[in-house]
């Protein structure tokens, strides 16, 4: 029989001491957006594995949370990925319009924490970018029903030759089912790691219409 208990012992004895840097009211930016532009370019400039990467969670038609882990594509005043509108996720967005993304950059102790609701791009944004993929990627967005069940891997297989046949004779273009979306954040956290568990959470709360009030939260 297995020893959960000492399994779950030896989870619980993992520790990691957080001493790189501090995180100040006073000293980051009025926007959330402008400082989380500041962090995402010392993680790339860190060389931190996939800085970009982010957990998206939804909610599913039984209200139950979901969450994947998806790449963020673009920063406006909002924070823009793409994906298929008929996965999962995006029946789930179609369904309730408002969703969470989370950041960590273990290299540097940090993690942002951000809602808002959802919009979907425009279809001629959401072609410029999808036009800009390698070409692999664009295929690949023509031949998965995404979340759907499939037979098996020949399925994909057959299907990827069969649209690279096609646009060998066709412009490529964008799929009626691919497109991004762009979460407008109403509230954002900025969490750095600190020694003996007191870290610093600075939360941004939208107040009116580009405004915001920044307050320091317990760890």
């Known amino acids: 029989m297995t020893n959960y208990k000492m399994l779950f012992m030896d989870i619980a004895a993992i520790r990691t001491e957080y001493?790189?840097?501090?995180?100040?009211?006073?000293?980051?930016?009025?926007?959330?957006?402008?400082?989380?532009?500041?962090?995402?370019?010392?993680?790339?400039?860190?060389?931190?594995?996939?800085?970009?990467?982010?957990?998206?969670a939804t909610v599913n038609l039984q209200n139950r949370p979901t969450s994947?882990?998806?790449?963020l594509k673009g920063l406006d005043h909002g924070f823009v990925f793409y994906t298929s509108y008929i996965s999962q996720k995006g029946k789930e967005l179609e369904h309730n319009p408002y969703a969470a993304m989370t950041?960590?950059?273990?290299?540097?102790?940090?993690?942002?924490?951000i809602e808002g609701n959802i919009v979907k791009t425009s279809k001629e944004e959401s072609e410029k970018y999808f036009l800009s993929r390698p070409?692999?990627?664009?295929?690949?967005?023509?031949?998965s029903p995404q979340s759907k069940i499939i037979p098996n891997r020949e399925f994909l297989e057959s299907k990827?030759?069969?649209?690279?046949?096609?646009?060998?004779?066709?412009p490529m273009e964008k799929p009626d089912n691919w497109g991004g979306y762009r979460l407008i954040p109403d509230r954002v956290e900025f969490w750095q790691g600190r020694p003996n568990r007191l870290h610093d959470r600075i939360l941004y709360l939208l107040t009116s219409p580009?405004?915001?009030?920044?307050?320091?939260l317990a760890p």
Do not use: H
């Open 160 to 170: 990827e030759k069969e649209m690279i046949d096609y646009f060998k004779n066709n």
């Open 103 to 113: 950041f960590f950059w273990p290299e540097l102790e940090r993690q942002v924490r």
């Open 68 to 71: 994947r882990i998806l790449l």
């Open 210 to 216: 580009d405004q915001w009030k920044r307050v320091r």
């Open 19 to 56: 001493t790189l840097k501090s995180l100040r009211v006073e000293e980051i930016e009025d926007s959330p957006l402008k400082q989380f532009d500041i962090w995402l370019k010392q993680a790339i400039k860190a060389k931190v594995n996939e800085p970009s990467a982010m957990n998206l």
């Open 135 to 143: 070409p692999g990627s664009q295929i690949g967005a023509w031949v």
